[in-house]
Antibody, heavy 113, light 112 residues
């Protein structure tokens, strides 16, 4: 069965950094593009970043120049490096497979002093 | 970016009732490959989103057939034929035809 498991969230001060991971199993990870999508407290869903199976990347304007999406196909793992964090980045971060057919359980990132 | 407008924002239903949710797109979601990448998701309380109909009307294995999707171009509908207690949650439409992915604001389904 397809499984996506995020990790690496937590409480961080404004301006600091955090790295999220998403461990994938149950499918050929290297063949699929992957998304990071976030959900602020009590809010809807916002796309954050996408990486293709050939590692081409696209970012939402709100995170461009601050966040970096990457992947390690040998480890079946997707990453999101979050730098220069702001309070408005506080959210649950989900990884999702291309087409959003499978989602992880999400990981909470709280940016607060 | 494509704007998806969902109505109604809140829906109250009794068990067994059939309900519909509308999703209207600011531009056509028909892709140059002939597919229409409009998906429906449900987020049950405390859970991550789960896929319901994808590409307008296709159901993944395991999705109950009381969920059905229809529509084309800019107007789409999710129908639940016979609401069950486990269906409460927030329903989102989502498009993947045009970058970036965008989502509707959600429709909260409550049980009467």
């Amino acid at each position: 069965a397809v499984q996506l498991v995020e990790s690496g969230g937590g409480l961080v001060q404004p301006g600091k950094s955090l790295k999220l991971s998403c461990s994938a199993s149950g499918f050929t990870f290297s063949s699929y593009g992957m998304h990071w999508i976030r959900q602020g407290p009590g809010k809807g869903l916002d796309w954050v970043a996408y990486i293709s199976n050939s590692s081409g990347t696209v970012y939402a304007d709100a995170v461009k120049e601050r966040f970096t999406i990457s992947r390690d196909n040998a480890k079946n793992t997707l990453y999101l490096q979050l730098n220069s964090l702001k309070s408005e980045d506080t959210a649950i971060y989900y990884c999702a497979r291309l087409g959003a057919d499978y989602w992880g359980q999400g990981v909470m990132v709280t940016v607060s002093s | 970016d494509v704007v998806l407008t969902q109505t109604p924002p809140t829906l109250s239903a009794t068990i067994g009732q059939s309900v519909s949710i509308s999703c209207r797109s600011s531009q056509s979601l028909l892709d140059s490959d002939g597919a229409t990448y409009l998906n429906w998701l449900v987020q049950r309380p405390g859970q991550s989103p789960q896929l319901l109909p994808y590409s307008v009307s296709n159901l993944e294995s395991g999705v109950p057939n009381r969920f059905s999707g229809s529509g084309s171009e800019t107007d789409f509908t999710l129908k639940i034929s016979g609401v069950e207690a486990e269906d409460l949650g927030v329903y989102y439409c989502m498009q993947a035809t045009h970058a970036p992915l965008t989502f509707g604001a959600g429709t909260k389904l409550e049980l009467k």
